[in-house]
């Protein structure tokens, strides 16, 4: 912005436009640079009016190309004079930049009186233009000798103007190098958003769907500021395509905040920024109505290329702080935000006037977002490895401790190490005789149901599920992630597990089957880490507490929990238990001192704090 072209308040002013003028005969040139430069603030000026301003000096002229004022209701008039040295007339096109210039007004005056006049602009019929092409133009006729070119323009959208005369062969070339531009551009998005469209139809993944509505809102976007989508859909009706231009402004915004949300696991991993990008939507949805009804167009198309800029950095934040929150998957998004970002604010500064304009700069939005769309790419491909590693953690721990190792190396997660744990094993009483009386079909539907119910509340309790074993199983708490009371949680865990086996031996009992449930919890430090061999590991937990945990389950009668002396000192006011004696345990040299954990009854929690 320091660095951004002069205002052109600040431009030198030159003489009279009557002395040197432009050679008409050249191929293509540039008119701003030679044209005297007059504000009609009012809008109400005549030719007339401004040729004589121009002859008397009272103008302005500059040494830019493109002529840019920011957001004004002015008209500008330009003065260009133009010579002919040919003895017979000349064919050239007037041509416009940028696309959005709302109404054009062209005046042609030859050294023998005759007059063209022209009327064009994106609030004009398309039809209007001599070449039925995307910007703006005019099928200028110059005479042998010196003509007089007026042209006004005047818009709601960023003012700036590039007016070129050019031949039709080089129109020609300028034209094939466009198509040549845009099948590029669209080209590759449209690839793009086909490839993650199959990809959502065969996964039914909702990021690759987010990322699709981010590039379908940018094409169109793309396609309708640059006059395509007026060319295409609406060459009747230029007012739909000018609001086309605004509303797809603000939903690419839309898109891209909802892809972050959902790309980026905001609600999970960042609650802070999660609430703020929603509060971003809200004010976005309010501001994309409010300045509809109340503004109007110009109103509209104002606060959507600030809203644009607002996003393209609010898409950089989250990504730095998600990289921050070791989201790996946030490294490409990032980078794809930062293309974005400089993208995007390089084009809308440019729309503005606060940075000078070039074919770069200009479009600057379109290496942006193909930048932005490859590294996305790259960015989703990590997330669904990101994804299939949730998965495969979801074998250990719940959803939720899993979704907390995915920061984590391999490594880390299982590198072995000493942790205090709480030890739960659950077994299923009479199982061998219902083996021996019951099919193979019968025995694995059973472990099913049984598997199905015990695992809901594994997930539901964050706790570890180390292995299951026919039909026993073994869980432990306190690692990865340190939980506050594990032995009190282990318990509630565990007096649920015995009123959800309730309820599920209920179904059995009608299909005829007989079966019954124990536990056994003991609390101690074990070693744990990755067990096996390459391509097939386990992360398990291996110690003495892990063998007290599996002799007191053996030790367990239907439906009862038994449970050491350490846990029974450490599970608060979370139940009641009661001493069971000392046990002799296999494996164990001495009689272990175990106590039975007992259900609250009446809702009103008892508690036997009998340890001896």
């Not at 590029?184 to 959502?200: D, E, I, K, R, T």
């Not at 939980?483 to 949680?489: E, F």
Request: glycine letters at 8%; one cysteine or more; aromatic letters at 12%.
């Amino acid at each position: 912005m320091c660095v951004g072209q002069a205002a052109p308040a600040a431009a030198q002013e030159r003489g009279p436009t009557a002395g040197i003028a432009i050679d008409a005969t050249q191929a293509q040139v540039a008119l701003i640079p030679r044209a005297s430069i007059i504000k009609d603030e009012a809008g109400n000026k005549t030719v007339e009016e401004v040729m004589r301003a121009a002859l008397s000096g009272k103008s302005t002229r500059l040494d830019y190309e493109v002529f840019s004022t920011n957001f004004t209701r002015a008209a500008y008039w330009f003065v260009v004079p133009l010579e002919n040295n040919q003895p017979s007339s000349l064919k050239r096109l007037l041509m416009f930049e940028p696309s959005w210039l709302d109404d054009v007004r062209v005046t042609l005056t030859d050294a023998q009186g005759g007059v063209q006049s022209f009327v064009g602009g994106d609030t004009r019929p398309f039809a209007q233009r001599s070449e039925p092409y995307r910007l703006t133009n005019f099928d200028l006729t110059l005479q042998p000798g010196r003509s007089m070119l007026v042209v006004r323009v005047q818009t709601r959208d960023p003012f700036f103007v590039n007016i070129r005369l050019m031949s039709h062969d080089s129109f020609a070339k300028f034209a094939a190098g466009e198509v040549l531009y845009y099948g590029l551009v669209y080209g590759g998005l449209l690839s793009l958003l086909l490839f993650n469209l199959m990809l959502y139809l065969a996964s039914r993944e909702k990021t690759y769907l987010a990322y699709c509505g981010l590039l379908t809102t940018f094409l169109i976007m793309n396609a309708a500021y640059n006059g395509h989508i007026f060319q295409w859909l609406f060459p009747e009706s230029p007012e739909g395509a000018n609001w086309i231009n605004s509303a797809f402004i603000y939903f690419y915004c839309f898109a891209g905040l909802v892809f972050a949300l959902i790309f980026l696991d905001l609600k999970a991993k960042l609650p802070g920024a999660y609430k703020w990008t929603r509060r971003m939507l809200y004010a976005m949805a309010l501001s994309f109505v409010a300045t509809a009804v109340l503004g109007g167009y110009r109103a509209h198309i104002t606060s959507s290329i600030l809203g644009v800029t607002m996003y393209s950095v609010t898409a950089f934040t989250l990504g730095l702080l998600s990289l921050n929150n070791r989201n790996k998957a946030a490294i490409y998004y990032l980078s794809g935000s930062v293309a974005g970002l400089v993208g995007s604010s390089s084009t809308a500064l440019v729309a503005m006037g606060i940075l000078p304009y070039s074919f770069v700069a200009f479009r600057a939005v379109d290496f942006g977002m193909l930048l932005d769309a490859i590294m996305l790419s790259l960015a989703l491909s990590a997330r669904i490895a990101q994804v299939q590693r949730l998965e495969r953690l979801r074998r250990f721990f719940s959803p939720a401790v899993a979704d907390q190792l995915l920061s984590a190396t391999s490594e880390k997660l299982y590198r072995p190490h000493q942790r205090e744990i709480v030890v739960l094993f659950l077994d299923l009483l009479g199982y061998t005789a219902f083996t021996q009386k019951h099919g193979a079909d019968e025995v694995m539907r059973i472990l099913g149901e049984f598997h199905a119910a015990m695992g809901e509340l594994i997930a539901i309790y964050d706790a570890t599920l180390e292995r299951f074993a026919g039909d026993g199983i073994m869980i432990f708490f306190n690692d990865p992630v340190e939980i506050p009371d594990p032995a009190a949680k282990a318990a509630s865990m565990a007096l649920q597990m015995q009123a959800r086996f309730q309820e599920l031996n209920k179904i059995w009992e009608q299909r005829g089957y007989s079966l019954a449930m124990g536990i056994g919890i003991a609390q101690g430090v074990a070693v744990i880490g990755a067990i096996g061999f390459e391509g097939r590991r386990d992360y398990a937990a291996i110690g003495n507490v892990t063998n007290l945990a599996a002799r007191l389950c053996g030790q367990a009668g239907e439906g009862q929990i038994l449970i050491s002396s350490v846990v029974a000192g450490n599970i608060g006011e979370v139940a009641r238990f009661e001493a069971v004696g000392d046990l002799v345990l296999k494996g164990f040299s001495e009689p272990v001192k175990c106590f039975e954990l007992l259900p609250v009854q009446d809702h009103r929690v008892e508690y036997r704090h009998s340890l001896t």
